[in-house]
C-alpha cells in the first residue's frame, strides 16, 4: 500500500531518492552453518519497483528486485547499493 510522504514520515525515506527503477544493484546476505561459521553470499539484479510495506506498524520503503538468477526478492532499501555499468 502506497502512502503520501507528507503525510507520513516512512522510514528508509533518505534512500528512496538514491534508487530509481532500472537501476543495477546488489545486496549481501549473511549465512550461518551448524557450527556459526558466517559466510557471505553477494547478489546482484534489477530494481522493478519501489514501496512501502508495513512492519510491525511502521512503512518501510522497500525494492522490488529481479536477481541475475531471474527470481524477484523484496530487498530493504539500506541494504542495496548502485553497481557501475558501461
Not at 557450527?35 to 522490488?64: F, H, M, P, S
Amino acid at each position: 500500500m502506497m502512502f503520501d510522504e507528507k503525510e507520513f514520515k516512512l522510514l528508509g525515506g533518505p534512500y528512496k531518492d538514491k534508487f530509481k527503477i532500472g537501476q543495477y544493484v546488489e545486496w549481501r546476505v549473511i549465512c550461518r552453518n551448524e557450527n556459526y561459521e558466517e559466510n557471505i553470499k553477494i547478489y546482484q539484479g534489477i530494481i522493478i519497483g519501489l514501496r512501502t510495506v508495513d512492519v510491525g506498524g511502521r512503512n518501510v520503503w522497500y525494492a522490488d528486485v529481479l536477481g541475475n538468477n531471474g527470481k524477484e526478492e523484496l530487498i530493504l532499501l539500506s541494504k542495496i547499493r548502485k553497481m557501475e555499468t558501461n
